[in-house]
């Protein structure tokens, strides 16, 4: 208005000045509020609701199969290799109720069984191939679309005998449904709308309810494995060669010596092997 003095403007730096200071003072803030309620080195005052929060959001199910997972290690294996793990909504929903080591029926062959985890889903094994649709076996890495090799278990050290160790940890041989050029993963992985719905209610429904849940995700998934054969043969469901093994390594997976024992000496050696 007229006959008022004229509004200075501030310099720049004023303002630059004034908005680190208000960010020291909200960072200052937060780090009191937080050495108050959930900081070991302060009072913690809500640290005992949010323990009261997490006892009751915790799954019952879920921890007995991390406990029976622990356990089938080691009753297993005397030897247990830690694997790096994915993280749980890109691992396969057969992880929602089974452990790495999900074979434990059957005391005579399920070390073995489980020790072919390390290189082929469960799917590879325990697919129901329909007619008329064509099955593809290949290599899959739930982290790459395209995984190159070299794979785990493909060629032996020259030096050593034993598998050449890779960098790749996380391709495992797995089923594809091939139509013409294009090719469809036979995995259902725990981020689909079914998984991720089925973990949230699990606690709250029935056992016949998850049952009838379950056969969802047990579609065209028979409950009893190929038996060695199918694969460790030369004419068998898995083209070794093709997938990348050695010309040695083949030669041992398509004559294994138990395979032999299962095929030819089984009521011998090992009685009702695959028994349950």
Known sequence: MP????????????????????IITLSVLIAVIYQITFSPHGPAVLVPIKEKIEESQKSAILEEVRQQEEYEKHRHF??????????ENMRPVCYICHSDYPHSK??????????????????TCHIQEQP??????????????????????????????????????????????????????????????????????????????????????????KAKGHECKVCHSRNGILDFRNLGFSANRTIDLEQLNIKGMVTKYESFYIPNLFSE
């Open 106 to 123: 059957n005391k005579k062959v399920r070390a073995m069984l489980n020790m072919h985890t390390q290189f082929f889903v469960c799917e």
């Open 3 to 22: 006959g008022e003095p004229k509004r200075l403007e501030h310099p720049r730096s004023v303002y630059i000045i004034g908005f680190i200071f208000k």
């Open 132 to 221: 008329g649709i064509s099955v593809t076996y290949k290599w899959y890495n739930p982290l790459n679309e395209t995984p190159k090799g070299p794979f785990y278990g493909t060629e032996y050290d020259p030096e050593t005998g034993n598998l050449i160790e890779v960098e790749d940890q996380f391709s495992k041989i797995s089923p594809f449904y091939r139509t013409g050029e294009k090719f469809k993963s036979a995995i259902q992985i725990q981020d689909s709308a079914l998984a991720q719905d089925y973990v949230k209610v699990r606690d709250k429904l029935t056992p016949e309810q998850r049952d009838n849940v379950k056969k969802k995700f047990h579609v065209h998934i």
């Open 78 to 87: 005397h030897h247990v290799v830690e694997y790096p793990q994915l993280p």
